[in-house]
T-cell receptor
């Protein structure tokens, strides 16, 4: 299994500010993902973090709102920009080994509340 | 569009058996996953099915019928710690996971 750490684990932020979430994995995985899970809802993929290049965003998510960095194979950041209460959610980092679709691992999540 | 359906909530008794169903309509199919998610925690992997049939792993079993677009997760000898949400997810033709909304399982003594 994989070990994924995220920080912060939770935060309460003011409207209009930005928060950067960090994700560290313990192996040189190829695929890293960022998900959002709003209360009582399913996981929604925000983007795939690509090493050394721009992330691949899913429909409904844009780089200006959710800039993502992945400077190396084991580290990625997600920034939630110009936050509003609608951004209150759990943000999850996830990893999968290249070519191995049998298992995908998740970090502990960052619980964000925007006031 | 892509769609995964599972019941919102189920209740069962400690020591009993419960079956959580999942039906899917996706663009392509490269496998179906079941994850367990306790409140406030990250999802953890339970099972993966890509061929029809039943996969047994201890108290948990997962079944797949690709022709029917149907899967179920069977939990036996239920324990209080099994109270959690159970998420069904399908790997589509682009190898992206499509997630169901999850089934909240409540275990009563």
């Amino acid at each position: 299994s994989a070990v994924i750490s995220q920080k912060p684990s939770r935060d309460i932020c003011q409207r209009g500010t930005s928060l950067t979430i960090q994700c560290q994995v313990d192996s040189q995985v190829t695929m890293m993902f960022w998900y959002r899970q709003q209360p009582g809802q399913s996981l929604t993929l925000i983007a795939t973090a690509n090493q050394g290049s721009e992330a691949t965003y899913e429909s409904g998510f844009v780089i200006d709102k959710f800039p993502i960095s992945r400077p190396n194979l084991t580290f990625s950041t997600l920034t939630v920009s110009n936050m509003s209460p609608e951004d209150s959610s759990i943000y999850l980092c996830s990893e999968r080994l290249a070519g191995d679709y049998h298992e995908q691992f998740f970090g502990p999540g960052t619980r964000l509340t925007v006031l | 569009g892509q769609n995964i359906d599972q019941p919102t909530e189920m209740t069962a008794t400690e020591g009993a058996i419960v079956q959580i169903n999942c039906t899917y309509q996706t663009s392509g199919f490269n496998g179906l996953f079941w994850y367990q998610q306790h409140a406030g925690e990250a999802p953890t992997f339970l099972s993966y099915n890509v061929l029809d049939g039943l996969e047994e792993k201890g108290r948990f079993s997962s079944f797949l019928s690709r022709s029917k677009g149907y899967s179920y997760l069977l939990l036996k000898e239920l324990q209080m710690k099994d109270s959690a949400s159970y998420l069904c997810a399908v790997l589509d033709s682009n190898y992206q996971l499509i997630w169901g909304a999850g089934t909240k399982l409540i275990i009563k003594p």
